[in-house]
């Protein structure tokens, strides 16, 4: 399932786009700086977090999916009932953890918890946020595109 075009902002158009590995590598893997992210990245997503977080939806979004040539990082959230039988999801989701994470891998990695109360990052990320409304003169709560990988532990 290919990925819609970027907008004339430069950012994926708004909404949940679901797709599969192949098509984000085709859409953003246009510089070596992108292909090592991506290749760091996937280090992390088919090791610690494919047992962690086996069964659940993994959604990605931040600047890797726009047009900036560097982005730093890629944002990334599993969607997981809060029970003791996601205990390993649950070490991952620690300061430190998140920390070892974005400093490893290049993922800017959160949980969110189906609890009442718990931030819901696939809602967060969709926000332009701060920085990039800056850069490119739209407003911090323009809505951007995120995808949810389908298949994500299957190559």
Same mark, same amino acid.
């Given at each position: 399932?290919?990925?819609?075009? @970027?907008?004339?902002?430069?950012? !994926? ?7 599969? =590995? ?6 953003? !893997?246009?510089?070596? #700086? ?5 290749? &760091?990245?996937?280090?992390?997503? #088919?090791?610690? @977090?494919?047992?962690? %977080?086996?069964?659940?939806?993994? +959604?990605? %979004? %931040?600047?890797?999916? /726009?047009? &900036?040539? @560097?982005?730093?990082? $890629?944002?990334?959230? $599993? ?5 003791? /039988? ?8 620690? +300061?430190?953890?998140?920390?070892? +994470? &974005? ?9 969110? =918890?189906?609890?009442? %109360? ?15 409304? #800056?850069? &490119?003169? !739209?407003?911090?709560?323009? !809505?951007?595109? $995120?995808?949810?990988? +389908?298949? =994500?532990?299957?190559?």
């Amino acid at each position: 399932m290919p990925l819609p075009p @970027l907008d004339n902002r430069g950012l !994926l158009p708004a909404g949940i786009h679901e797709t599969n =590995w192949a098509s984000i590598e085709y859409a953003f !893997l246009n510089n070596v #700086h992108r292909q090592e992210l991506f290749a &760091k990245a996937m280090c992390f997503f #088919h090791g610690e @977090l494919s047992d962690a %977080g086996a069964g659940l939806q993994l +959604i990605l %979004g %931040g600047s890797f999916f /726009s047009d &900036k040539s @560097l982005p730093e990082d $890629i944002e990334a959230t $599993i969607y997981a009932p809060f029970s003791e /039988s996601y205990r390993k999801l649950a070490q991952l989701s620690n +300061i430190d953890a998140h920390n070892r +994470i &974005k400093q490893t891998y290049g993922v800017d990695f959160y949980v969110s =918890w189906d609890a009442g %109360g718990s931030n819901d990052f696939r809602l967060f990320f969709q926000y332009v946020g701060p920085k990039t409304a #800056h850069q &490119k003169g !739209l407003n911090e709560h323009d !809505l951007r595109g $995120i995808v949810k990988v +389908i298949e =994500w532990q299957h190559g």
